[in-house]
């Protein structure tokens, strides 16, 4: 064999040794990406359940606001009927 050849081989040696590497190397960013897949998929359903609780504490907050709506309603309703009752005796019985 002659020095060429020795070369050559060793050149190629080197190539495979940094081709494994590189293999190992896209096999770890392959890893990778397939994570960032699983994780953007579970925050895309954490975003959809986070929306659900937001709407779900939302009605909550307005039900008690709804509660005072129906008591003042039925308090003016009281009034208004208490004071058309009270006009309508004393022109009628009056």
Do not use: Y
Not at 25 to 33: A, F, G, N, P, S
């Amino acid at each position: 064999m002659d020095e060429n050849d020795v070369q050559v081989r060793e050149r190629l040696t080197a190539v495979e040794s940094s081709l494994k590497s590189l293999l190992k190397r896209v096999d770890h960013i392959e890893e990778l990406v397939e994570a960032m897949q699983r994780m953007t998929i579970e925050i895309q359903h954490m975003r959809e359940e986070l929306n659900c609780v937001s709407t779900d504490v939302k009605e909550l907050k307005s039900k008690p606001a709804k509660h005072w709506e129906s008591i003042i309603s039925a308090g003016i309703s009281a009034i208004v009927g208490g004071g058309l009752g009270f006009l309508i005796s004393h022109l009628i019985g009056g």
